[in-house]
């Protein structure tokens, strides 16, 4: 199924649906596969100001640079070099997939 907003970003087709051991509470999430890779599609109900989620992006794009004991996915840029995605279904952003379980 191809999301709209997902042609905002360079991904290796094919791209498909891929599940996800949890959809998120705060959040809708979406995994996908790609020919390059596994990524989730995030689409934002809690945050109805980009300000709020751009920030959001800022802070995890940092602690992804820091030298933590864990990983931390950033948000991946669009073509136009901007991390938030905005579609007449509400903000959606698009994170590499880490493997593990969640907390």
Known sequence: MMHVGLNN???TPPIVDAPLP???TNNHNQGLHTGA???VWRTYHTHADAATILYEHKLLAWLN???LSFAVSAPVSM???QTLCRTAAGFHALFPWLPGVPP
């Open 9 to 11: 970003y360079t991904l």
């Open 22 to 24: 949890g959809a998120g």
């Open 37 to 39: 890779g596994d990524y």
């Open 65 to 67: 640079q820091q030298p």
């Open 79 to 81: 073509k136009n070099g």
